[in-house]
Structures are given as structure tokens and as C-alpha cells.
């Protein structure tokens, strides 16, 4: 994903004399658990979460995927972007997740192709009003939620499809929502939100990009 590290600290190895375990700093310890940077959006391994068969994070039941045709033309878009969502959920809070990811045809270097993440963010649906206060979801009622995605700057060359993908979780990179409306970080159980994004007339949801002109 689009972040500069995201760190655990590793335990000490067995048999370390407690004397010295004391005198190795934090730092010392740090261990990479998401690698930095634009990745291909494929499960592989190494990364948290991934198992064999390693398929394309476009092919889970739990993403929704929305894409363009291949371009005739290259698009530069370069700003901040927003993805308005028209979302409608089971439970009183749940969280949707929004990634802008650049898809690049089969190529002698990637004959798969390279499903480029350039940026992501989310929202957790009590605080789709502001976060200054919390506002639960009624069962099944439609909201209009907004996500903001960090600034970017990107070509999607010719051929190229620009992407968007929308999810209701991206653990590691964000905590895992419960789904129960409790109080943040003191729930008690959770539970499974049916999720739903209306597209449509009267529900448009839709990606506003910063496309500049050539």
C-alpha cells in the first residue's frame, strides 16, 4: 500500500542473559510487517494474510471492483481525490474502504500484467458527519459517505485501465471494525455487516479525480 513502513517489535531471541535483553534498543527490534510502497495487487508471499493459491485481491468476494476501459490516451491525475459513496449497511457502524490503483497490461516485464495501489483510505461510518461526534447507522437505511484519498500524482498510460476498488476492511493498515456500535477500542464481541454500495440515478457514487488537462 501507499505507506512509508508499518513496524512490530520482534520478541528476543531464546537464551538472551536479561542483563543484555535490557540494553538492546526498540529500534534494534523493529520488524517490517508491510512492506513499503506501490505493490501489485496480488496476495504473495510474505505478506499478512496471503496464502497459496496468491490470487489477485480484485478476484475476492469481499471486493468490489469498478473499472475503466483500456485508455485511447494518457490520463494524468494529480491532487487530492474523493470517492462519494451512496452505502446502506446491516450493522450501526462499519467501515468502507476505498483504493485508487493503476492497472497495467501484460508486458514482457510483467506478463500477468501490474496491478499498481497508488492510494487508499477509509471511513468508519459513526463519524461519516464529522469527527467531532458520532452518529450510528440505522438498519439498512441509505447514507451518503465520503471518502478522502491522499494526494497522488499519476500517468495511466495508454492502454492502461484506471481502477477502483471498495472494501469494508484493509487490515493490517487500518483496525478491524467490530460492526457493533460500541465505544472505539472497548467492544465486546463482534459481528458480521452486510454491506451495500447503491449505484444508480439518485445514488450516484462515484471517484472525483484531479484529471489535468494535456
Same mark, same amino acid.
Given at each position: 500500500?501507499?505507506?512509508?513502513?508499518?513496524?512490530?517489535?520482534?520478541? /528476543?531471541?531464546?537464551?538472551? *542473559?536479561?542483563?543484555?535483553?535490557?540494553?538492546?534498543?526498540? =529500534?534494534?527490534?523493529?520488524?517490517?510487517?508491510? $512492506?513499503?510502497?506501490?505493490?501489485? #495487487?496480488?496476495?504473495?508471499?510474505?505478506?499478512?494474510?496471503?496464502?497459496?493459491?496468491?490470487?489477485?485481491?480484485?478476484?475476492?468476494?469481499?471486493? /468490489?471492483?469498478?473499472?475503466?476501459? $483500456?485508455?485511447?490516451?494518457?490520463?494524468?491525475?494529480?491532487?487530492?481525490?474523493?470517492?462519494?459513496?451512496?452505502?446502506?449497511?446491516?450493522?450501526?457502524?462499519?467501515?468502507?474502504?476505498?483504493?485508487?490503483? *493503476?492497472?497495467?497490461?501484460?508486458?514482457?516485464?510483467? $506478463?500477468?500484467?501490474?496491478?499498481?495501489?497508488?492510494?487508499?483510505?477509509?471511513?468508519?461510518?459513526?463519524?461519516?458527519?464529522?469527527?467531532?461526534?458520532?452518529?450510528?447507522?440505522?438498519?439498512?437505511?441509505?447514507?451518503?459517505?465520503?471518502?478522502?484519498?491522499?494526494?497522488?500524482?499519476?500517468?495511466? *498510460?495508454?492502454?492502461?485501465?484506471?481502477?477502483?476498488?471498495?472494501?469494508?476492511?484493509?487490515?493490517?493498515?487500518?483496525?478491524?471494525?467490530?460492526?457493533?456500535?460500541?465505544?472505539?477500542?472497548?467492544?465486546?464481541?463482534? #459481528?458480521?455487516?452486510?454491506?451495500?454500495?447503491?449505484? =444508480?440515478?439518485?445514488?450516484?457514487? #462515484?471517484?472525483?479525480?484531479?484529471?489535468?488537462?494535456?
Amino acid at each position: 500500500g501507499s505507506i512509508v513502513s508499518f513496524y512490530e517489535i520482534a520478541p /528476543l531471541l531464546a537464551g538472551i *542473559d536479561p542483563s543484555v535483553a535490557e540494553l538492546i534498543p526498540w =529500534g534494534a527490534r523493529m520488524r517490517n510487517i508491510v $512492506p513499503a510502497g506501490g505493490y501489485d #495487487q496480488v496476495e504473495q508471499q510474505g505478506f499478512v494474510g496471503a496464502a497459496p493459491p496468491y490470487l489477485s485481491l480484485a478476484s475476492r468476494a469481499d471486493v /468490489l471492483v469498478f473499472a475503466t476501459e $483500456p485508455l485511447e490516451e494518457a490520463m494524468e491525475v494529480t491532487g487530492p481525490i474523493r470517492v462519494r459513496l451512496w452505502v446502506s449497511s446491516s450493522a450501526p457502524d462499519t467501515d468502507f474502504t476505498a483504493k485508487l490503483v *493503476d492497472v497495467c497490461p501484460a508486458n514482457q516485464d510483467y $506478463p500477468a500484467g501490474y496491478h499498481l495501489g497508488l492510494v487508499d483510505s477509509i471511513i468508519r461510518t459513526r463519524y461519516r458527519d464529522g469527527f467531532d461526534r458520532e452518529v450510528m447507522m440505522e438498519a439498512n437505511e441509505v447514507y451518503a459517505v465520503e471518502i478522502t484519498l491522499p494526494p497522488t500524482s499519476n500517468l495511466f *498510460d495508454r492502454g492502461h485501465r484506471i481502477r477502483l476498488d471498495i472494501s469494508s476492511s484493509n487490515f493490517p493498515r487500518f483496525d478491524i471494525n467490530p460492526n457493533t456500535g460500541e465505544p472505539v477500542g472497548r467492544h465486546t464481541f463482534t #459481528q458480521m455487516a452486510r454491506n451495500v454500495v447503491h449505484i =444508480g440515478p439518485g445514488r450516484p457514487s #462515484q471517484i472525483v479525480l484531479p484529471v489535468i488537462p494535456r
